[in-house]
């Protein structure tokens, strides 16, 4: 069934409706903490005996894994349902924005996965679907959506990825632009790639940007998103030619919901890379392959590369994108994001 019906069951995930997930080792029946209240989870599980799946970096928070664990995003853990864990304190369990206000009492228990693949599946799936990565677990039971884990590997994979139209698109940094919208059939996300400039046999000045509502529209302060695409445009827009590819990996590839959650952490003390790790994901999910596939629709297969974050050349170049220079982007810290910087530059490795 592939992509679609990982699609599917994102859809119902999002919907609070219950979903089946399968893999070699066997199957879980399943239900988003984020998506049950009182009626649906009675309905979901009547006798009150589904556990708790939630990642270890969440779990060693309740003490019931090691930080060794706790690195891998995709690493469940089980949680031993109790009488009184409700969907409240099931919320409080997956949500880590809640901590203060609402202190986890415990004692929580962890207990052995009978299928360790499927609960790896089901967590990579939430962080598609946008939502928390944790579920209330069960084995049998009517679902809403079936979904195996190859599928679920199969919605994350660009190969279907192709141009559904392109379009003249006059902007500030050059009135000749061009606009490209991409497209797949699997899954809703359009990315798009904004040429500038008149194409020739050197290799283009590329910046890949990933989406972000909060600093590329709203101009937030506590990142340096918006700055770093406005200056992009007009670093490609002063070469020969260029190309801005925007993908919609909003949050570092947590979505939208989440990375406000991350906000929300920030708030109460954690820097961007704990609040990720806190929130159950990796500290970078974004999925430079989508940007090497849009690059070969393309025809391009060398650039010039505008980042201060060395990973996005290894990962570019691992997804088959020669990457023949790096160009860095120059800009003042303000009040707000001084940290954040100084996070990106001390944790993972940015050159500011």
Known sequence: ??????????????????????????????MAVEGADAVTLA???????????????????LKLANQLAA???????????????????ATAMSDPVLDLASPLKGPFMAK?????????????????????????????????????????????????????T??????????????????????PREHVALIVGQRDSSPPVIRLH????????????????????????????????????????EGRGIGLVNKLRAYALQDQGFDTVDANVRLGFAIDARDFSVAARMLDLLGVGEV??????PNKVTGLEAAGIKVAERLPIILPANPHNERYLATKRDRTGHQL
């Open 1 to 30: 069934m592939g992509a679609r019906a990982a699609a599917r069951a994102i859809d119902a995930l999002r919907r609070g409706w219950p979903v089946r997930v399968r893999a070699a080792d066997g199957a879980l029946r399943l």
């Open 43 to 61: 309905g979901f599980d009547p006798a009150a005996k589904a556990d708790i799946l939630i990642s270890a970096a969440r779990a060693q928070t």
């Open 71 to 89: 690195a891998d995003p995709d690493m469940p853990v089980l949680v031993a349902r109790a009488p009184w864990i409700d969907t409240d304190v």
């Open 112 to 164: 052995p996965l009978a299928a360790p693949l499927a609960a790896k599946a089901a967590l990579r799936l939430a962080r598609l679907a946008g939502i928390l990565p944790a579920y209330f677990a069960t084995v049998d039971g009517e679902v809403e959506a079936e979904v195996g884990a190859a599928d679920v590997d199969a919605y994350d994979d660009a190969v279907h990825l192709d141009i559904a």
């Open 166 to 187: 392109r379009a003249r698109l006059p902007v500030s940094a050059s009135e000749t632009a061009e606009i490209i919208a991409f497209r797949s059939p699997d899954e």
């Open 210 to 249: 990933s989406e972000c509502l909060t600093g590329d529209v709203l101009g937030s302060l506590k990142c340096d998103c918006g700055p770093q695409l406005h200056e992009a445009l007009h670093q490609i827009a002063d070469s020969t030619w260029g190309i801005l590819l925007y993908l919609r990996q």
């Open 304 to 309: 010039r590369l505008l980042t201060n974050n």
